[in-house]
């Protein structure tokens, strides 16, 4: 335990700082400041010493000079034991409290201040005296965020005045982290106005542990905040259990494949791929479409929407059904927001996840991935399209544009090698359909497109045989078939053609496109060239 004598004050955030000046002078501690927080312990009534008086220099340059002194310095680096004959020769008194908080360079800058403005933002004097203090903390308390006041106020309370190494240490941690913080987002913002970056620099805080990973034998933690961005976390647990590793990364797939639908968008996932994709004329038609897009896998899924919803969208779960097994299964529920009604609706189910976010907020600005002993660094997928240029001599009777776009946003979202067939519906409403992802070869995919397409019809229609194959061929007729790289093959267009396919929409920049653009013309079906790719590995 070492007793607190004399403590500096200099803070840019001053919450709780006359309550902490007041607890310290309870204890006898010797008061140092400078500025404006002097003023404010001033004008509380304190009696508190100006820094200039305790190191011999007067405040200089606007301020730029306050703290920077060997006086100072010495007062906060000088080993107690080893050098104290030493620094009474120099007349060095020690400080063994530094109460600092940084200037708000992040909150300058999320404002939008010109470069002038963020450089007179940034702290020289206060990272130093931190890290002073932090260096010897066997002597010296680092005390650098409001919230950890109280506690230290308490413990002096309890220990005459005293501090325990133990709390020395954890504020000597917690000080070299602010520091570290402060001193990444002032780097990053600077190569960020100059249009260039020399290093990734990335931090996120509040490690909340979770069950396990993507398996039980696998440890993780979910880091909850980026601490590059002001404000709260862009989305919040309503009900439910605590939300887990899979569900995570599944609702970040959610938010991506939902974000840029028009509105009212409703994406079901599952293993992070859309198993269900639709756009109506209110969130509940989009869920039902979403889910009849392939109901046996919704089972477990997340769903997600991108409009906020009301108690009646959600019947179709039927939770409060007396039916337990008419009750269907969802792992979690995203919107914007939740009515009142909608949420009690939904806390009907203990486990089930619900979150409220806007699911642009969730689609991250940057993606990262650790590979090869390296990061690989790269812009989110979000340019649809180049264009939309036929290159077949059969052309579209009338190009459904956003059909067309419905169909590339749903690819999109979908592990490569991905195709989808996507259509209107009633009320102009669009559904994915019939879906392929995440195989080896294209031809696959397109075959589990048509596979999932006709069961789906078979289910709709209660059609079999000849009279299915009329209904799905009817279908395909006016349906979008969309893939997320060139066919490499004519295989893929001889299959869906067959099927009754006429509208097929792919980048192109294949050697064999002319091949394949040869057999659309053999077999009387459309293509239309995008000029994009949207591999999703």
Known sequence: MRKLTTAVLSVSDKRGIVELARGLSRHGVRLLSTGGTRRVLLEAGLEVTELSEFTGNPEAFGGRMKTLSFRFESALLFHRERDAAEARELGIEPIDLVVCNLYPFREVRDRGAELD????????GGPTMLRAAAKNHDAVAALSDPADYPALLAELDDNEGALSR???ARLMRKAFAHTA?????????????????????????????????ENPHQGALFMARDLDRSGPAPFEVLAGKAISFNN????????????????????IIKHTNPCGLAVAKSPGAALALAWEGDPLSAFGSIIAF??????????????DSEDKGA?????VVLAPEFSAEALDYLKLHDSLRVVRAAP??????????????????????????????VVTKRAPKKMDEELVAFGI????????????????????????????????NRVTSTGLALAKARENLARETGAQGQALDRELARTLAEAVVASDAFFPFADNVELLAEEGAKLLVQPGGSVRDRAVKKMCNQLDVSMVFTGTRHFKH
């Open 117 to 124: 403005e963020l450089l007179e933002n940034i702290d020289i």
């Open 166 to 168: 133990d709390t020395r």
């Open 181 to 213: 913080e402060y001193d990444r987002v002032i780097a990053n913002t600077l190569e960020e106005r100059a249009g260039e970056q020399t290093a990734v620099r990335l931090s996120f805080g509040d490690p909340q542990p979770l069950r396990y990973g």
């Open 248 to 267: 995570l990364v599944d609702l970040n797939a959610a938010a991506e494949a939902v974000a840029a639908l028009p509105p009212s968008g409703c994406a």
């Open 306 to 319: 991108n409009t906020p919803v009301a108690r009646g969208d959600l019947e179709l779960l039927s939770l």
């Open 327 to 331: 009750r269907r299964f969802v792992e």
């Open 360 to 389: 642009r907020d969730l689609v991250a600005e940057r993606e990262y991935r650790f590979t090869a002993g390296g990061l690989l660094c790269q812009q989110p997928d979000q340019h649809l399209y180049d264009q939309l240029e």
């Open 409 to 440: 946003q749903a690819v999109r979202a979908l592990k490569s090698n991905a195709v989808c067939i996507v259509r209107r519906t009633t009320g102009d409403a669009m559904q994915l359909l019939g879906m392929g992802a995440g195989q080896p």
